[in-house]
């Protein structure tokens, strides 16, 4: 398998590729769903809410923390995560620029 050649591409396109790999399972999507529907920090909910094991679910929060889109806190056993908004807001932007381009094909193949 050969190495990607990142370094040939801008910073820019580097990030949101790393955001949307991390975005990219329906996992990850439905925990970021559920924490924005509980408008708050999020306890131990998970599991009984997406009938997924907790090694699972764990995995994808650590995605999802990985790119900064939740943050968390471990309280005892507890551990808590909400949406960093300051990195949703970000995220948010940079899809908005990428997807702006108006589309203007006059003919196709």
């Given at each position: 398998?050969?190495?990607?050649?990142?370094?040939?591409?801008?910073?820019?396109?580097?990030?949101?590729?790393?955001?949307?790999?991390?975005?990219?399972?329906p996992?990850?999507?439905?925990?970021?769903?559920?924490?924005?529907?509980?408008?708050?920090?999020?306890?131990?909910?998970?599991?009984?809410?997406?009938?997924?094991?907790?090694?699972?679910?764990?995995?994808?929060?650590?995605?999802?923390?990985?790119?900064?889109?939740i943050?968390?806190?471990?309280?005892?056993?507890?551990?808590?995560?909400?949406?960093?908004?300051?990195?949703?807001?970000?995220?948010?932007?940079?899809?908005?620029?990428?997807?702006?381009?108006?589309i203007?094909?006059?003919?196709?193949?």
């Amino acid at each position: 398998m050969g190495v990607t050649k990142s370094e040939i591409f801008t910073e820019e396109q580097n990030h949101l590729a790393i955001n949307l790999k991390a975005l990219a399972h329906p996992a990850r999507i439905a925990i970021l769903q559920y924490i924005i529907k509980q408008n708050a920090c999020i306890c131990n909910d998970l599991v009984e809410e997406l009938g997924l094991a907790q090694a699972t679910i764990s995995q994808h929060l650590k995605e999802l923390k990985n790119i900064g889109i939740i943050k968390g806190n471990i309280e005892g056993t507890s551990v808590c995560y909400c949406i960093n908004e300051t990195v949703w807001q970000q995220i948010k932007k940079e899809l908005d620029t990428f997807f702006v381009a108006d589309i203007a094909i006059e003919k196709c193949c």
